[in-house]
Nanobody, 122 residues
Framework: QVQLVESGGGSVQAGGSLRLSCAAS????????MSWYRQAPGKEREFVSTIDSDGSTNYADSVKGRFTISQDNRKNTVSLQMNSLKSEDTAMYYC????????????????WGQGTLVTVSS
């Protein structure tokens, strides 16, 4: 089973920074995508950022220019550097893995982490 563990959440003042990390217990040599989502109480879970095995990234407009997603060389750990935090960034942040596996990379699975809470005070 693939396990994802997020860390780095906490409470900061507006304008501050946090760095979130997500470690996957397993990875493959096929295409893999790691993403961050967030969900505030009473709201839908929303996309934040994603990175694939080749380093291609994408960001939600609300965080573009403030957040940076990255991965380590082993590509089983993804980080989200969050700068210039706003109160609107307060949410539970979840890591998601979209993995391909098998001899032909034809199998797929996704997994979610348990979440890490980010609270930004104004």
């Amino acid at each position: 089973q693939v396990q994802l563990v997020e860390s780095g959440g906490g409470s900061v003042q507006a304008g501050g920074s946090l760095r979130l990390s997500c470690a996957a217990s397993a990875y493959t040599n096929c295409r893999n995508t790691m993403s961050w989502y967030r969900q505030a109480p009473g709201k839908e879970r929303e996309f934040v950022s994603t990175i694939d095995s080749d380093g291609s990234t994408n960001y939600a407009d609300s965080v573009k220019g403030r957040f940076t997603i990255s991965q380590d060389n082993r590509k089983n750990t993804v980080s989200l550097q969050m700068n210039s935090l706003k109160s609107e960034d307060t949410a539970m942040y979840y890591c998601k893995a979209d993995l391909r596996y098998g001899a032909s990379c034809g199998m797929a699975l996704d997994a979610w982490g348990q979440g890490t809470l980010v609270t930004v005070s104004s």
